[in-house]
């Protein structure tokens, strides 16, 4: 039975463990770059509203 786990299920745990930490990492870099992307997103709106608006006159939040 130990030789039956060795040899046909440790090796493909090994690989799905290795492609999990690839998809985890992945996942990680595309939430980054959608929270930039807002970032930048309401930076441009606050730049915006801020010169269209009245001097002395900022964005609500």
């Known amino acids: 039975m130990f030789l039956y ?3 046909y299920i440790f090796p493909f745990s090994l690989f799905f463990h290795y ?3 690839r998809w985890q ?3 990680h870099r595309v939430e980054q770059d959608i929270g930039e992307a ?3 997103t ?5 730049g ?3 010169r269209a608006a009245p001097s002395g006159v ?4």
């Open 5 to 7: 786990f060795y040899f």
């Open 25 to 27: 990492s992945a996942r």
């Open 48 to 50: 915006h509203a801020r």
């Open 19 to 21: 492609r999990f930490e």
């Open 58 to 61: 900022g964005m609500a939040w």
């Open 38 to 40: 807002l970032r930048a």
């Open 42 to 46: 309401a930076r441009m709106a606050d």
